[in-house]
């Protein structure tokens, strides 16, 4: 029951983060205007606007128009609702007050990381409007939950906020030279901030599972998108989606990895 419960709070919020991500990028207003079909610009109707179910008797088209409704749409709604139901799952008791703070953290934390995939996927640029108040949001909840626990008193692998902001600053020292000296060729400027943001949320040394990952990723994929003649050799593709991917990784499965690859040894 709590799984379907997260799990639809996710589609809900996935249907928001479309809206969030298209308005950002044509710079319309977020929270009043009606949604619109992109193409012949009609209101949507609210039966036509239910996450995943519209996009499905609606057989993929808009209901004025008929033109396609983009695959994005029901892919963020439903990559958030599982999100969100893994992140219950994960974090969630109901009898526990505690864990309902650590489940709002991490489920704000996903609709941020959601929202730069997404949007970097999309356009290849990661919003300030995204990055700074992600950053503020897990500075926030680490000092907080630091505070619940009592916790400032412990070395930097057990106070979150001191793992954070060591993990902050090595991914994006790390981050920003790549940048640098390849004048953004290698790396944009914006990565090297979204890694303030994912160092926060890891802490150490999770972060440097988050980007092994990432890279392996990244790499995987430009390999298949040559094999594929959709990219070139010199090509850019947007490493934000892979620095989330190597993220949530590390999120789930650090611990297993960890002992996993101690055990072959």
Request: hydrophobic letters at 55%.
């Amino acid at each position: 029951m709590i799984i379907a419960i997260f799990f639809l709070i996710g589609l809900m919020v996935g249907s928001f983060l479309n809206v969030l991500v298209y308005r950002t990028r044509v710079a319309e207003d977020i929270f009043f205007d009606r949604s619109r079909c992109p193409h012949c610009k009609k209101v949507i109707v609210w039966y036509d606007n239910i996450p995943l179910l519209s996009f499905i008797l609606l057989k993929f088209r808009c209901r004025n128009c008929r033109k396609k409704i983009s695959w994005q749409y029901p892919a963020v709604e439903l990559s958030l609702g599982i999100l969100f139901a893994a992140l219950g799952v994960k974090y969630f008791i109901i009898q526990d007050f505690s864990s309902w703070t650590t489940t709002l953290y991490f489920l704000g934390v996903a609709v941020f990381l959601v929202a730069i995939f997404v949007y970097d996927w999309l356009y290849m640029e990661i919003p300030e409007i995204f990055i700074w108040p992600a950053i503020a949001w897990s500075l926030a909840f680490n000092l907080l939950l630091d505070f619940n626990k009592g916790n400032f008193s412990g070395d930097v692998f057990s106070v979150s906020t001191y793992s954070g902001i060591l993990a902050a600053f090595v991914a994006f020292t790390f981050f920003f030279l790549m940048s640098t000296l390849s004048h953004e060729k290698w790396m944009g400027m914006g990565d090297a901030y979204l890694a303030i943001f994912l160092g926060l949320i890891l802490g150490w040394p999770q972060i440097f599972l988050a980007a092994f990952f990432s890279f392996f990723t990244g790499s995987i994929y430009g390999i298949i998108a040559i094999a594929l003649g959709k990219k070139k050799m010199k090509s850019q593709v947007p490493f934000a989606p892979f620095l989330v991917i190597g993220t949530l990784i590390a999120l789930f499965w650090y611990q297993p990895i960890v002992d996993w690859y101690f055990g072959l040894f």
